[in-house]
């Protein structure tokens, strides 16, 4: 029990020093970050207090391995929905900026070719 | 005209749009094209729009729309930049779209029996398609997916705020149902493709014929 405690922890505790490191190199932002500290914190939760997970068990009636793994499953399918309407956002962001760009340089092109210089 | 790598045929397409006279300018928009589309277009005296990032069809399309709105054209002609529309019918969808009051007309192969040569899976999937809009819509197009099309300054003012950027031939005719557009079929002559070859090939016909009703089938439920 102890020795899956330590490693749990240790996962824990690597995930959040890769999210804060990641967060630190500005590679990702905070608002998805926080998620991810969020998630490395109940791992370490579920490390301190393994008896959480039968207390779980108890409330949500999953008795078995496959359960749990339902529950991971499901946060992660909404965690990847959630980027991919990140990503459909971003895209339509693009495209607005992709066509006004456009629209812009032939403008100035235009005013370019009609300056006397 | 939207064009992605079209450099051997831009230049003749482009030429034909000049060469209808007065009051007709070839607007391309080059899709980040990575061959000399944009210069071609340019030397052949078009009004050349290079867009930085590769937006498919749908976005390419837009973005003339939205130019022809802020430059008040009234009429505003979708053209293929690979020479497969007859270009000396441009006049005649615009004439049809003024004289008769209509928002949107299509260019289509099939209304009357011509010539042109397609392949029977793709015959088959777009009258799939047809049928499929004409279920949902009631509205009867023989050719949904007809890039050969002519819109008036309404028309112009709701696609540029709003385009579907998939497959954007078959899906904006939901789009014009919703917003209630006066369309228009009218039967045209195609040529086959001079250069390159289609976005559609037959073996992927059914595959896209799927995408694109389902494409469709959503965009019945999307809000405005």
């Known amino acids: 029990m102890l020795r899956m405690q330590i490693f749990v922890g240790l996962i824990s505790l690597a995930f959040f020093v890769l999210t804060f490191e990641l967060i630190r190199k500005r590679v990702l932002r905070e608002e998805y970050a926080i998620l991810w500290l969020f998630t490395s914190l109940f791992i370490a939760v579920l490390s301190l207090w393994p008896r959480m997970v039968p207390l779980i068990s108890k409330i949500t009636g999953f008795y078995y391995v496959t359960a749990l793994l339902l529950i991971v499953t499901v946060f992660l399918i909404a965690m990847l929905m959630h980027f991919s309407t990140v990503i459909s956002r971003i895209k339509d962001a693009n495209k607005e900026l992709t066509q006004r760009y456009g629209l812009l340089e032939l403008r100035v092109r235009e005013m370019e070719q009609n300056m006397p210089s | ?224």
């Open chain 2, 1 to 224: 005209m939207p064009a992605y790598n079209e450099e051997h045929s831009i230049g003749g397409v482009v030429r034909n749009i000049k060469a209808l006279g007065e009051g007709y300018h070839a607007i391309v928009i080059n899709d980040n094209s990575n061959d000399q589309t944009s210069l071609i277009a340019q030397q052949e005296g078009a009004i050349v729009i290079d867009l930085p990032c590769n937006l498919g069809i749908g976005g390419a399309v837009q973005t003339g729309f939205r130019y022809a709105l802020a430059n008040e054209y009234d009429v505003c002609v979708q053209v293929d930049g690979d020479g497969q529309h007859p270009t000396e019918k441009v006049p005649y969808l615009s004439k049809t779209l003024n004289e008769e009051k209509y928002d949107l007309v299509i260019g289509s192969r099939f209304v009357i029996k011509t010539d042109y040569d397609i392949s029977c899976m793709r015959r088959i999937g777009i009258q799939i398609i047809s049928l499929f809009l004409w279920l949902s819509t009631g509205v009867s197009i023989k050719d949904p997916t007809s890039g050969f099309r002519a819109t008036n300054r309404k028309a112009m003012g709701f696609f540029a705020k709003d385009y579907p950027q998939d497959y954007p031939e078959p899906q904006s005719l939901i789009f014009a149902h919703k917003y209630r557009f006066k369309v228009k079929e009218v039967s045209i002559e195609m040529k086959n493709r001079m250069h390159g070859t289609s976005s559609i090939t037959s073996l992927k016909a059914g595959y896209y014929m799927i995408k694109v009703l389902l494409a469709m089938f959503i965009d019945l439920f999307k809000k405005p």
